[in-house]
Structure formats: C-alpha cells, structure tokens
C-alpha cells in the first residue's frame, strides 16, 4: 500500500517564525548536487520512507485467473486523508483517458473506484509509469465490478459444495443469479461472477459469511500495476519532474478544469456573461462550488465589491478534527490561492471584460495586473489596453497649486515609476509595505499574506507584475509628482523571464528591493552581482532582520564602500536599527522620505511615451482584433483629414445634426404634437421635412466613412468593440495636441448619437442611403443592437433638446426583439436629483457601464440591457431579461432658468417606462424629488386620460444614499409617513382636476409599499481621496436590494411585461404624449400646479366676462340698426364705432386689473402666485388688446353688412341719379341719331353703371370666409381648454371634427362610452365605481336631457338672424360649458364625467353647434344675397324705365310702393320681437313660480314617471324644456286659422305702419312736385318714419308732361292697400323654425326668465322660485320629501319621508353625501365628522332660507308621486314599507288643488 508522508512533513523542513506584526512561514530548503539528484525522485522517497521507520510498500497479495471479464474500471487505493475527488478525476481524465464515473467507498475513504469510457483508458494506466498522488504511492488496480472473491473456504471443497456454496451466495447471501465459481484451492479461495453488480456488492456488505461452519469473507478483485507520478496543487505535493513551467501549466490546467472554466479559456468570458442575473443563485450568500467561485468574483468585482478580488471557496469546519488543529502545517488541505484563481479568471476575459475590470479594481482601490504570463504560450504579456479607458483624478504637479484636479488617462498623466521587489524570502511583506505607503486605513491594494487566503501557496503569480497609482495630492503626501507602481510578484532574483525584468527597468526610475540581512551576508557575491543589473536606476534597499554582530555590520560597509566606489544611488532602510524594530507605519515614513529624494530630479514622463518606446515583450494589443480596429481608425482619420478650428468646434464640423439640427426638430416636434389644427400640422410636418432634407444634404465625410468601417466590420463584434475604442483614444490624443480642454474631448458617442439621427431622417422621409453613399439602415440598425445586447448603453433621448429619433430607436430595437425572440422584459428605472449617485448606483447594482462622476454626466435618458441566464425552478419568470433607464439629473444647476419643463419631462418619461422606478435621493431630504413626483402623478393621469392603451401602473422604491446609523429607518418613520400622505394628496388633488372620483393615494397610480419600499444605503466611499475605495457595506446594501426588488418583479402577477418592440412602441407614445402636453410640465411641485390653476380659473373667468361685455358692446352698437348713419367716408373704418369699444375696454380693462390684483392679494397662495403679477396683468393687458382688435374686426363685419342692409332699405341718390343722368344721355343720343338700341345693349349699360357703384359698397361677407368654421371653433375649444390641450388634442385629431346633421338627442350611443369606461358615477350612500351595464340606461337618460336641452337652446339661439363671428362662437361655447357644469351639480346621480369624456361630449355637442352656425351662416349670406338681387332688380327697372317717357309715372308709383313696403317690413321685423315677447308674456306664467306650478301640474296630469324623473334629476333643465314645448305649441295653436301670435303681432304693426304712411300721403301738399315731395318726406318723419330723400320720384314727376299730382296721390293711396295685403301675406304660415329674429330673441328672453335663480335646494333638490337677480334668499315651492331623490336609512335603506323644511327644525342628522360632500368641498369624499346635523344647514348653506314658510301639508304631489309609482321605487332599492296608509287616499283633484295653494309671502 501508499505511504501518507504528510504526517512527517514538518519533521522534513518545514518550521514557522514570527516577525513583527506578521507572521510568515519560513522553509528550510535542502540543496542537492546533481549527483544525489540523479537517483530520481522514487528512489529518493524510498530513502525517507527507510529513515522514517516505515515499511516499504508490501506489493501485491494475491494473483487473479486470466479469465475474467473484460473492464473499464480500476481501483485505487492508498490515497492520502485529504485528497480530492476531483483533483484526482482530472489527473486520470488529462492523462490516461476520459472518465465517466468515480466512486468513492463508503467504508475505506482513501479507496476509489474509476470508470473510464472505455477499455483504452485501463491498457493506459497498464503501461503507465508508477503513479504517485501526494508524494504517496498508490495501488491501481483493474475493477470488476461482478467478480469476488471469496475467501476461509476449506481446502478439501468438491464439486456438490461449489454448488452448495453457488446457492448459499444466490439465495442465503442474496447476491442473486452466479455465472461461474472459479475455484482456486492453493489459497482457500474461489472467484465469483455474478450477473450483475448489485449482486456483488450485496454479498461484500453482508460481512462475515458462515457456509458450513465456515467463515467466510467476500472481497472485490484487485490486481497490482505500475506507478504514475501525478502533480497537486500545493507546493509540498508537487513531483511531476522539475520543469517549473510544467507546474505552473499543470495548476493553471487544474484550476480551469476545477472551476469549470475550461470552455472559456482563453478570452471567452464576456461582459454580458458576467452582468447577466441568475436569479437561482440571487439570494445564495455563499458558493455552491468552485465552479461558482469565477463568477462570484468577477460579478462581485463588477458590482464594485471590494473583497471580491480575494473570495475564494472555505474549508469545511465541520470535518476539521483535533489532530488537523494540533497539525503543525496549516497548509495540509488543498485550497487554491485566490491570487492564482484571479489571474486564471482573468485571462478567460475578453478585451472588453478586462477594461471593465480594471476601472472596478481601480474603484475598488485593488491592484491592476500589468504584466501575465500567458498559459497558451507561457509568454509574458503586458496588459496596455485596459489601462486605455482608466482615468484618474490628479492634479498635474504639487507645485502648481492653482491648478485643477483633472480626470487622466492613467497612460497620459506625467508620473515617475517606482518598482518594488524582493530578492530571496524575507520575512517583512514587501506588498504591505506598498499599501501602507499608499493608504493610511490599511487598503489592500497590493494582494498579500494578511488579505484572505494570503498564505496560500501560490503557483501562478510568481514573476507577474501587478500596477497603482499614487496621483498627486497637495497636503496628503510629501510626492511632487504623480507614482505609478510596480509591484513584480515572487523572487526576483528567480524570475524565470529576463524579458519582464529588462521591460519592467525600463520603465522604472526607481527601485525599491525589500530583503533579509541573512541573504545579504551568506551569498554577499551574488547580490552584488544582481545590483550590477540595476546600475542606471535609483534603488532604495529595505533590509529585513536584526543588525547584530560585527560579520553583518563589515558586510554592509563594504557593500557601502564599493557602492561609491561605482557610483550606486543607493539608499538603505532598515527595519531593525540600532534604536530596535520599526512598526510597518516607521517603515512606510522612511521609504517615504527616501522615495522622495531619489525621485527629485527625474522627469515625470507618461507611461504612453515609456512603454512605445520600450517593446521587449508581448502586448495585448498585439492582438489581431485590436490590430484591425486600429487599422481602420487611423484610415478614418487619415481620410477625414479633421482640423481643429476654435471658431468652429468638432460637434458641429463632425456632428451637425445633433449640434445645430436636434434643438430645432425637439422644438418643432413639441409644435406638432401641440398644433391645434390640420393646418398648424402641415406647417410643423414641413419645416421638419425641410430640417432634415437640408441636413441629409450636409452629412460630413467623416461620419460616412465611420458607417462604412461599421458596415465592413459587420459580422466581427470584437473588431468592433476595438474599432470604436480606438476613435475614443485618436480623438484624445488630437485633443491634447490641439489644446482642447479634456471635458470637451470629442468621442464615439457623439457619432453614434448622430448616427441615428441621420438614418432616423432618412427612414421618416423615405429616401435612399445610397443616394448619401451610406450603407443600409437595417445592416447599422443590427450593428447597434448587437451592441445594445454585448453591454453598451444605448442613448433613447438627447437631454440637451429633447429629441428622441424614434424611427432609428424602433428598427434597433426591433433587430433586438429579432435577436431575443421577442423575450419578455422588465424595466428599471431610476429618478434622483443631479449628482445623487444614480449612475453609481446602477453601475453597483447590475454592473451596467453609465458614465459616472460629479456634475451632468448623464445626459438625456440611456438604457441598457442585462441578460436573466437563470430562472426559478419552482415558478415560470414573466421577464427574460432587465431594462435598465439611467437619466440625467435633476434640478441642474447647468440648466436651472427657473423653468421645471426639461426636469418633469424627463422623469415622466422615464418613469413611465420603467416598470418598477427606483427613486434615488441623496442623504434624508426628498423635498426636490417630492415636487417631482406630484408632477408625475398628474401627468400620468392626463397621459392616461389622453391615450388609454397607455400602461402606467408602476410600482416604486426609495433609494436614500449617504444615511448613516442603524436606526435610521425608525428616526425617518414620521418623516416618510408625512411624505406618503402629502403624495396621496397630490394624487387626490391630480384626480380631481381631472374629474376623477375613485383615485384617494398615491398608491393608487404607482405602487409603494412603506415598510419595504424605502432603503437606507450606507455612504458610498470609505477612506479619504484619493485612496477613498467603494464601500463594501455599500455594495452589500445594493446586492441585497437588488435581490428584494427582483423577487417583488417576479411577484406581480397582475402585469404583463412587455416585449422590446412593445417598450419601443410605449416609449414613442410616452414621448409623443409628454411632447404634446404644454401646461403641466412648467411647475415645480402639486401646490405651484394648483395655485396656478385657480389663477387660470380665474383670469379665464374674468376673460370670459370681459369677451361677454365686449360682445354685448358690439351687438348694443348695431342692434337698433335704423341709428347707424352710413357715409362715404368711413366705408371701411368706422371710427365712431372704433373709439366707443375702445372706451368701453379702457374703462373695463381698468376695473378687472384691480380685481385681478386684489385676487393676488387675497389669495391662500399668494406667497407662490405673487411672482407671477406681473405677467399675469401683462398677459391681460395684451389680451385686451388682442380682443380690441378682434372687437374691431367684429365690428367691422357688421358694419359691412349693415351697409348692405341700409343700402337695401334706402337707395342712395348718387346710384339714381347717376342712372337717371344715364338714361337721359342715352334718350338724348337716340334723338339725335334716331337710334334705338335693344334690351340687350341697354341692359350692358346698366350693369356696367351697376358694378362700377356696387362695388365700393358690397360687403365682404358675400364672400367665403377665409376661414372655415370648423377651425374657429378648434381655436376656441383650445382656448376653453386652455389647461387640458394634451387631452383635447387627440380627440380633435382621432375624430374627424365634422358636422353633425342630426339633432344631440339621440346620439348618446355615439360617444362610445360602453367602451371607454370613463364615467365614474356616485349614487347616494354607495361607494365611487364604474358604472355597471344596468346604470347605463340611467346615465344614458341624463346625458340625453342634457341634449336636448342644447338642442332647444340651439334652435332658439339660430332663429335671429345675425352673423356668425369668432366672438359669437366662443360665446355659445363657453355658454355650453357653463350649462355642463351645472348639469354636473343638478344632477340627482353624482355620477362624474372625468376630464377626457368631458371633452369627448363637449366636441359632439361642438361638431352640432358647428353644422346650425354653418346653416346659420349661409342663410344670413343668402338673405344678403336676395335683398341684394332684389335692388339690381328695382334698379334695372327704373334704368328702363327711365327711357320711356310714357313710363314715368308708372316709374314714380312703383318706387313709391318699394319705398314704403321696404320701410314697413324693415319697421315690423324690428318691433315684431318686442310684440311677440308681449304676446307670448300674456299667454305665459307672468313669474317663475306659476310656471313651477303649471310645470308641476302637467307632470300630475302626464301621470308618467320618466318625466318626474327627468324633474327630479334636473329640475331647471326641465322647466326650460317644459317652457319652450309651450312657446312652441302657443305658436303652432294657430297656423290654419291664422291666429297665432306672430302673424297677429305681424298684422298689427303692418296695420299700424300703412295707416301712419297713409296719413303722411293724404296730408301731403300738392302744389308742386317739389313742394309734395318735400312734404311727404316730412309728414312721414313726423309719423316715425325716416325717408332720407325721394330725388328719383322728383325726378321721374318732373319731367311727366302736364303731372296730375292729385291722381298721383289718389293712385300711390290705392297701392297702399296692396302693400299691407302684400306684407300681411308674407308673415302669414310661417314656422317658428323659419323665423329669424332682428335683435333679440323673444323666446330665449322668456325662457331665461321662466328659469329664474339656477340654485336648487341642498337637500331636496327643489329650484329657487326667485328671479335670476334677487337679492334675497333662496327659497322652494314645495320641498319634496328626500326619498324621492333615493336617499334612504343606512342598512336597510328605507326610503326617507320627511321633507327638509320639517328636518331642518330637527335635531336629525344626515351623513356628508347628502348634500354632496358640501363640508369638504372639492375633495368628494365624507369629511372626519361623516354626520351633520339639518338644523345647521345655514353654516354651509347661508344664503338659503328652508324652513320658514314650508307646512307638513304642502307636499301632497310628492306623497302621491311616491305611492303612485311604488313600485318603480321598489325596483330601484328602495324599502316603502314605512309609507303610511292614508298617502294611498290622495287622488289626482287632491294634488291639482294642493298646487293652486301658492305662498305668496315667499
């Protein structure tokens, strides 16, 4: 059997000492000549094994038959006690052949039993040399597992006891079916072959076996072999020969294979392979195996851990024993060194990972590996690329204290090299020294044996050379100059490469050798020999160990002597003076001080310039990847032949797109998505079409030529990578070679950036790359997606113009989608003020590469991608990967004017990606991000609103960085409670403004939970700069954090997460739905919001008056239309006109700034609102202004017309005369040539004088307006929704704004509501939800009287005849919102429309209104039209007849008649409004309260409950309704008979008017012409009507030979009688429809008057019976019992009987909802009181008077209304079962009678 020498290890060499504070472990080495050396190791063990007293190996003990089955297994035995399974699977697996199975024996554990795959691997081991495993020498043997052998059996055995025996074993032993027994009697033994192997390991378990009382034993087969010597990974186990080299590339194998990394060597490892989340292994606090321990370390040094580089896998305690603990050698068991694991686990990362690597070791404050040995090669290599892309803060020399701290590329910054070695093994930690001269707090920058594990032999590192830095810091260290480190690891005296030693001097000014006095002494020759190498550099020697004795003292003089006899700079430092032993700390302090001296004088040259100049050894640059992305960068740059000009910067010579072109497009973007018509959209469409066509136009060479290298370097995602890098570093070295500051260094990034912005232009417009020599966009679009998923962030939106190229972002994103196969997402989000830590964070979290460093780092909004390799077992994960969204900061000071658009646009966007948002705040103060979030909350509502498909359910945490104390949480519990509350009233105050009802906290729209979503997170930093490193409390915090918010992703089973096209698709409405929303984003906080919109609401109502005095000024100036006197000198500017409504303005405008500034004043927020005052009168100011002009225009229009109209009614005499002059011209000329011309000619002439005269005076609303309704009313629906354009505009956009011909009621189906959800409807004492199928039919009833009540308004409002202005049009409008709003308060149902339905029903009633104005409209340019064609008519006529000589009386008698039937229809038309509302007064209920009764008894006489109900719901509404239905049926009443009021009216005032005309002619004289005419004209005047002149009548009587004036006067009285015949025939049959009011409307004036006060009863709902303007107050007819309104008891809602004039002299109380939530007014939910008592009704309802003249009897209509329709209110809920008996006795003439009783008091 094996020897285990481990026992007798100490006793060979191996003894410890200690030193100082540390404790190292020293070996007594034995040297041997090559004589001894030849005997071989074998022999050599031999003799330790002879001088031990150990008996050899006793070889073999028994000798198998050849006739065994074949095998593949063999068994080994004499293992040591502490070897390993795996350990020993390699070696057998590496070198005889490929193992399928090991197997351990449970009773002998130093035993093993291997399978190869097949029978080759057993002949390798056979011709195998001996085999030895820890210096022991092992026994391999062939296995069968079928065969034993059986031994004790009796040597007399024949044939029947075999088979007796084969029994025994089948059935007694249970071994199953025996094949054969081959005896073999020498030995008292037989082999046995079963059939299978179970049966043979039955049998060896039984033990002892008694067969024929014998004792048998049953063992397996073994048979002896040779010897193999095998390798162990610890120092002591070690013999595979003497070739280090051969060690070394046996424990690198080794580690590969134990860590599985076997496939990802050499440089397989990725970067998304290390970011990537298994979320099994989450929340493992420990490594399941060392096939774990790769990546613990890596993900641990990605995620800033700074123990991460020395974790490695621990013992297991529980099997150490008393013996291992007394065991003098702590190094028996086989553990690997976590500095060999490093450099394995490193060289397995690709380029990439390693540059990563290195700037989070720098971070970590951790050593970097600067020179490796490569394993593929056993070269060293120089790791020159990672140290690229680390940049180090410092400042450039100590001296120049003026100067900044920059960020260096640690290649570029000016610093001396010190190198630090050790010769021999000195007990003192040349590693600890450096990290104590480096850092004060015991930074373990330099890997050494007091970090963990630190006395684990190490085979690998020995000869690598790890690198820091020690940048320079005033006032925290003595250096000048920047250092940078080298720290060469092992002897180096023994240092197998002179290529590292030579590279390494090259680059040193310095050297700092750390060794023992001892090595100095003994071989005094040799070191002086090995200082000879280091003749040109400065070296400091730090001598280990006690000076004591003369030997030692002589020695150090003569090395000092011939030191200056050569010339050496050799400084010496000793740990053991004569004053005693030094600390670490002293010693660190003299090296210090000596460090300083040797560096003075040297030159602080880069390590750029040192190593260019230095090629001794392999770089990884060298690499073909590297080689190739470096070759096409210099073509580029070759090729580009950029300049540098001060004038002109790079960004806009390389990127003129993002530099000039964005800020315009992110502008002209927000104009499109906030235009409010088709027309302001094409304008916007163009101007960006123009933008980029002229951009695509400039698209510069450079960033040509860069597509094409991407193009051409499409499949190679490493070239690539290298290729990009490589940009980065020439633009550097440009940059310091044209003085650029570093911050304006240009990068990749930039051309990336405006990459996408070009193929995003050409991709919208359609156009060809080829046209612009660049390549196809989908080939750049896979390019940046392969990108996207290797780990670069992708930018999403510039921050600078907010700017999202969304056509680029979707087809990346898309090849993305392809690549993953649509895998489902999460997103994480992150929010924060600016310089908070939020890229850190994230970096932290998941290892993602976001630009990271105080100020505006991050700019805009990036994403990046983290892969989910693992998913829980026990559950299907909803999301395959993590989206990760950094973004800028916020509140920047860079960008602070004042204005929070920029801020709130940003977190609304990437808020609302995210899924889950992690709100990162910077110490305890969430003040600024608190005022964010109340902006989020509202925008989100609007967005939701505006668009609903769009997802917003998010749920949230709180980050709080830099909180210190483990009670942080319990001290910030009422703070965090105060800020949860103010949210929920934001949220509710949001919910409001929006007009809904069921929205009460915060986490009603984003989920937060207060007991786990809030994280306290330690300070980032521990230490003082610059060797501050990441705290790893801080990365713990983060990892555990991540772990919680991953398992609350995995627990939302209520949401769907998205695909990557879906995100795309989300993030384009997200950002076209914040783009369009151009109100909300300007404030700071909730409360700036509210109090700007109660200052909205305000100047919109004094707006609103101020357009309504303005109007009625308008209308007032042109209503009496017979006192507006037309001259020729003002045709087109009435400037009496102008200087009345300027007057009236100045003195308006005047009193509404006075109130406008006693609002600020008064108002609760006048310490926010108060900076506004001044633009806010300035605003009113210019809209005065703006609505002078408009008045003007207004007025100008109906002047226009007025002409046409007074044109019409009075012909001026320069028309007549000018056609009289005419006619005599051209009778003179037929006279005179006896010629007569024809009809034809003669009517050219006329229309030749008709055009000349008429045009100056032909208003210009004959023609088409320019422009169309439909936009006047878009623009005053914008300027109603002045606050809500982001949600009326897609409604105006979605729906086309055309008219509709049909009447609103009706329609209500055709608002979709069914389907939008959007009514949230509140019925007495139930709680706020959607409505149900069955209550659509009752809102669908409201809505519908809402309808028709505009409809009648419509009709009425289209019956005067007037002309339809923009004024007139917002007037109506605002008319309508104001009758939707009460119609919101009457309502009996409380049901709410939100914002968004409100808008939807306010545009279908707009498109209603829209088609009458149209009608209305055309109608009023018709009549124009007519009274127009009519004059040419009458003109044309008197031209004609003009020229007849016999005519001219006929002539004079005609224009009479049109002269006096224009002035009476004119007359009539004008007072006929007047007359009917006369009519109509005597006809009608003379007050509001006999119209309240008349109203009431036809709802008793109509006996139907729908119309009760209709009165119950709105009784105002139906009283207008009820009043117009009488205006109507009083004018229809007499049609046929021609007695209803308007023709009657009509007839009257006709009568009236030729009776007046008729007393003017009979009075007229008739002496002359002149002298008749003059005095008809004034006897008409006397009689009221005006008559300017009658010169064509004059004219016409003049020149009639031998005129009889009295015939004359005797036929004009006659045609009088045909004129009133004429004019009586024209009012007869005409319908109310068809008539058009001049001047006021009669019967809007009556219905206005029948409605009266609008206020209703509080409780009961009953109208004030008052007049619109009392001064008293309010009181009812008859207050109706509550029940009737569906109020009812609690519980088992009995319907309440009593009215509330009777409970207000109560003590009863009613909850909160009764009468509407009146005691929190605006807030629609019960105040903390919940009950109230009637009898205070005065306290919240002061101006109404209830109880005072209301008696018990005075409701009879109500008490039979109830029994009547019992069973309607049943069906309704309602309990009647307290209704008393005598109610069912009241009859119908019981009501009517009650009715007739009026308190006239009230």
């Excluded at 829209?1410 to 127009?1428: G, H, N, P």
Aim: some cysteine; overall charge neutral.
């Amino acid at each position: 059997m094996g020897v285990d020498l481990q026992t007798y290890r100490g006793r060979i060499g191996t003894f410890k000492c200690t030193f100082s504070k540390d404790v190292v472990k020293s070996q007594c080495h034995i040297y041997f000549s090559d004589s001894i050396k030849c005997i071989g190791s074998f022999i050599f063990v031999g003799l330790l094994l002879v001088m031990a007293g150990i008996e050899s190996n006793p070889g073999p003990w028994t000798i198998v038959p050849d006739d065994l089955p074949e095998t593949k297994s063999v068994f080994v035995s004499g293992l040591p006690d502490d070897f390993e399974t795996d350990y020993v699977e390699f070696t057998f697996s590496k070198r005889y052949g490929k193992v399928t199975d090991v197997r351990v024996d449970a009773d002998r554990r130093d035993t093993l039993v291997i399978t190869f795959q097949d029978s080759a691997g057993l002949e390798s081991v056979r011709k195998a040399e001996p085999i030895k495993i820890n210096q022991n020498t092992i026994d391999v043997q062939p296995f069968y597992a079928n065969v034993v052998i059986v031994r004790g059996l009796s040597s007399d055995l024949t044939t029947r006891c075999f088979d007796e025996l084969q029994t025994f074993l089948e059935q007694e032993a249970g071994g199953g079916t025996v094949n054969t027994i081959t005896p073999d009697c020498e030995n008292n033994c037989a082999y046995v072959v079963f059939k299978n192997d179970e049966g043979a390991k039955t049998v060896i378990r039984k033990g002892a076996l008694i067969f024929q009382k014998h004792s048998l034993t049953a063992s397996y087969v073994h048979e002896k072999n040779t010897y193999i010597t095998d390798c162990s990974p610890s120092d002591q186990k070690l013999e595979i020969g003497s070739d280090e080299e051969s060690v070394r590339s046996t424990h690198f194998n080794y580690i590969l294979q134990k860590c599985g990394l076997e496939k990802e060597y050499p440089n397989k490892i990725k970067v998304r392979d290390v970011v990537a989340l298994d979320l099994i292994k989450e929340d493992s606090k420990q490594m399941i195996s060392y096939k774990d321990l790769p990546w613990t370390l890596l993900r641990g040094l990605i995620n800033v851990n700074s123990d991460a580089r020395d974790h490695t896998m621990n013992a297991d305690e529980s099997k150490q024993t008393d013996d291992d603990i007394l065991e003098i050698d702590d190094d028996s068991n086989d553990e690997l060194s976590p500095l060999d694991v490093f450099h394995v686990v490193f060289q397995c990362c690709n380029s990439m990972l390693q540059e990563l690597l290195f700037q989070k070791l720098y971070l970590c404050k951790r050593a970097v590996p600067f020179i490796h040995i490569r394993y593929q090669d056993n070269l060293p290599c120089a790791a020159i690329w990672p140290l690229r892309s680390l940049k180090i803060h410092s400042k450039l020399e100590i001296s120049e204290p003026s100067s900044k701290f920059l960020e260096i590329g640690v290649l570029d910054i000016p610093c001396n090299v010190v190198t630090v070695a050790r010769i021999g093994r000195p007990d003192f930690s040349k590693s600890t020294l450096i990290n104590e001269l480096l850092s004060d707090n015991e930074n373990k920058v330099f890997y050494n044996q007091d970090c963990n594990k630190g006395k684990t032999k190490r085979f690998l590192s020995g000869g690598s050379v790890d690198m820091f830095w020690l940048p320079v810091v005033p006032d925290r260290f003595i250096f000048e100059k920047a250092i940078t480190f080298l720290n060469i690891r092992g002897d180096f005296d023994e240092s197998r490469s002179d290529n590292i030693k030579e590279f390494t001097m090259a680059l040193t000014d310095c050297l700092l050798i750390v060794l023992d006095i001892e090595t100095i002494v003994n071989d005094k020759h040799s070191f002086q020999c090995i200082l000879t190498y280091f003749t040109s550099h400065r070296i400091i020697l730090v001598i280990v160990g006690p000076i004591i004795g003369n030997s030692k003292i002589k020695c150090l003089k003569d090395l000092n002597d011939n030191w200056k006899k050569k010339a050496f700079d050799i400084r010496l430092v000793f740990t053991h003076p004569q004053t005693g032993p030094k600390n670490v700390l002293e010693i660190s302090k003299d090296v210090s001080c000596k460090l300083k001296a040797q560096l003075e004088g040297f030159e602080a040259k880069s390590l750029e310039n040192r190593i260019s100049s230095k090629r001794m050894i392999k770089t990884d640059e060298e690499d073909e990847h590297c080689l190739a992305g470096r070759k096409y960068a210099e073509e580029l740059f070759t090729s580009s032949n950029i300049n540098y000009d001060i004038k002109q910067p790079l960004e806009r010579m390389i990127t003129p797109f993002y530099s000039s072109a964005s800020k315009e497009l992110g502008s002209l973007m927000k104009s499109l998505q906030r235009a409010k018509n088709e027309k302001e959209r094409s304008k916007h469409v163009k101007a960006i079409t123009c933008t980029k066509e002229d951009q695509l136009k400039r698209v510069p060479n450079f960033v040509v030529e860069f597509t094409k290298c991407l193009s051409k370097l499409y499949a190679d995602q490493l070239r690539i990578y290298f290729f990009l890098s490589w940009i980065n570093i020439f633009f550097q070295k440009k940059g310091k070679a044209w003085h650029m500051p570093v911050e304006d260094t240009f990068k990749y990034d930039y051309i990336l950036r405006e990459i996408g912005y070009i193929y995003d232009a050409l991709i919208s417009l359609r156009k060809n790359p080829e046209d612009y020599e660049l390549p196809p966009p989908k080939q750049i679009a896979e390019t940046f997606s392969t990108l996207f998923i290797d780990g670069y962030p992708l930018e999403l939106i510039e921050g600078d113009n907010f700017y999202l190229p969304s056509e680029w972002i979707n087809l990346v994103l898309g090849s993305v989608s392809k690549t993953t196969k649509g895998s489902k997402i999460l997103s994480l989000s992150i929010l924060g003020v600016q310089s908070s830590g939020k890229s850190t964070f994230l970096n932290t979290m998941f290892g993602s590469q976001f630009s990271a460093s105080s100020g505006r780092c991050t700019r805009g909004i990036h994403m990046q991608l983290i892969p989910v390799n693992s998913k829980p077992i026990s559950s299907l994960s909803p999301f395959d990967s993590v989206l990760v969204l950094d973004t800028e900061g916020l509140r920047a000071p860079e960008l602070y004017n004042g204005m929070y658009e920029h801020d709130n646009e940003l977190a609304t966007i990437v808020t609302g990606i995210g899924d889950i948002s992690m709100i990162n705040i910077l110490g305890e103060n969430a003040g600024e991000i608190h005022e964010v979030l109340q902006v989020i909350v509202h925008a989100f509502l609007r967005l939701k609103i505006a668009n609903e498909n769009l997802d917003i359910f998010k749920c949230c945490y709180f980050i709080h960085q830099n909180v210190t104390g483990a009670t942080a949480r319990e001290k910030r519990e009422q703070a965090l409670k105060k800020l949860t509350t103010s949210l929920d009233i934001a949220t509710k105050e949001a919910a409001d403004l929006q007009g809904i009802t069921d929205l009460n906290s915060f986490n009603d729209i984003i989920e937060f939970e207060m007991s786990s979503g809030v994280w306290y997170l330690s300070n980032l930093w521990q230490g003082i700069f610059p060797m501050a490193s990441v705290n790893t409390e801080y990365s713990s915090q983060v990892r555990c954090f991540r772990k919680e918010l991953l398992e609350k992703a995995l627990e939302i089973r209520h949401k769907s997460y998205k695909s990557i096209t879906e995100i795309a698709l989300h993030i384009n409405e997200l950002w076209k739905g914040v783009l369009s929303e151009d109100f909300l984003f300007s404030f700071r906080s909730n409360l700036e919001l509210k109090a700007h919109v109660q200052l909205s609401e305000e100047m919109d109502r004094h707006k609103f008056e101020m357009e309504n005095i303005m109007h009625q000024t308008v209308t007032d100036l042109f209503r009496n239309q017979d006192s507006v006197q037309i001259e020729d000198d003002c045709l087109y500017s009435p400037n009496k006109f102008n200087e009345s409504l300027r007057a009236k303005l100045n003195e308006e405008e005047s009193a509404f700034l006075n109130k406008i500034c006693e609002y600020f004043e008064a108002s609760e927020y006048r310490k926010i609102i108060y900076p506004w005052k001044d633009g806010t009168l300035e605003c009113f100011k210019m809209f005065c202004r703006q609505l002078l002009d408009q008045s003007r225009f207004e007025c100008l229009k109906m002047y226009e017309n007025m002409k046409v109209y007074k044109w019409t009614q009075k012909i001026d005499n320069v028309l007549k005369d000018r056609l009289f002059a005419e006619s005599v011209k051209l009778a003179q000329k037929m006279r005179e040539t006896d010629f007569k011309p024809d009809d034809k000619n003669i009517r050219k002439r006329f229309n030749e004088i008709w055009e000349l005269f008429s045009t100056p005076y032909l208003s210009e609303s004959l023609k088409q307006n320019d422009i169309e309704l439909s936009e006047i009313f878009k623009n005053a629906l914008y300027d109603i929704f002045s606050n809500d354009k982001a949600l009326l505009r897609p409604h105006l956009e979605k729906k086309d704004f055309t008219y509709l011909e049909t009447k609103l009621k009706g329609t209500f189906d055709d608002l979709d509501i069914r389907q939008t959800g959007r009514i949230r409807v509140r019925f007495l004492n139930d709680i706020v939800r959607k409505i149900s199928g069955s209550e659509i039919t009752v809102i669908k009833e409201h809505i519908e009287q809402l309808f028709d009540r505009i409809d009648t308004k419509l009709k009425f409002y289209c019956l005067e005849e007037t002309n339809i202005t923009k004024q007139a049009v917002r007037h109506f409008l605002s008319e309508i919102k104001d009758m939707m709003t009460r119609f919101k308060t009457e309502n009996v149902l409380k049901f709410h429309l939100d914002k968004t339905m409100s808008i939807q029903i306010f545009i279908h009633i707009s498109r209603r209104t829209m088609y009458l104005f149209e009608k209305q409209q055309q109608r009023f340019v018709e009549t124009i039209q007519s009274r127009v064609t009519e004059l040419k008519f009458q003109a044309e006529k008197f031209f004609f007849s003009s020229l007849d000589e016999r005519k001219k009386k006929e002539q004079a008698l005609l224009e009479m008649k049109r002269i006096f039937t224009t002035s009476c229809r004119e007359t009539v038309e004008i007072s006929l409004a007047i007359s009917v509302k006369k009519e109509l007064n005597k006809k009608l209920p003379t007050s509001k309260v006999v119209i309240l009764r008349e109203a009431m008894k036809s709802l008793v006489e109509s006996s139907k409950f729908e119309c009760f109900q209709e009165y119950i719901n709105c009784p105002n509404m139906y009283l207008e309704k009820w009043i117009s239905k009488k205006v109507t049926h009083i004018f229809a009443s007499g049609k046929d008979s021609k007695q209803d009021i308007y023709f009657k009216a009509a007839s009257e005032l006709i009568q009236i008017q030729v009776q007046k005309i008729r007393q003017a002619v009979q009075k007229s004289p008739c002496d002359s012409v002149d002298s008749y005419v003059e005095g008809l004209i004034e006897n008409l005047k006397s009689e009221g009507i005006i008559i300017d002149s009658l010169n064509s009548v004059k004219q016409s009587l003049n020149n009639q030979n031998n005129a009889d004036l009295e015939s004359f006067k005797d036929s004009l009285i006659t045609n009088l009688v045909e004129i009133e015949s004429s004019l009586t025939e024209q009012f007869a049959y005409v319908d109310l429809n068809d008539v058009k009011w001049r001047g006021l409307n009669p019967i809007l004036e009556i219905i206005k008057k029948a409605t009266g006060c609008p206020e209703q009863c509080p409780y009961c709902a009953e109208p004030c019976i008052l007049d619109l303007n009392h001064d008293r107050k309010h009181v009812c007819f008859r207050h109706k019992p509550k029940g009737c309104r569906g109020i009812h008891t609690l519980g088992w809602k009995s319907i309440i009987l009593s009215t509330c004039s009777l409970d207000v002299k109560s003590s009863k109380k009613h909850s909160c909802e009764v009468f509407s939530f009146k005691c929190n007014e605006g807030e629609e939910r019960a105040c903390p009181k919940q009950f109230h008592s009637y009898s205070h009704y005065k306290k919240h309802f002061p101006s109404w008077d209830i109880g005072t003249s209301d008696t018990t009897d005075n409701c009879t209509i109500w008490k039979w209304y109830i029994v009547k329709f019992r069973k309607e209110l049943y069906d309704k809920g309602l309990d009647l079962s307290r209704i008393p008996l005598a109610w069912a006795d009241i009859t119908v003439s019981d009501v009517l009678l009650s009715l007739e009783v009026i308190d006239y008091s009230t």
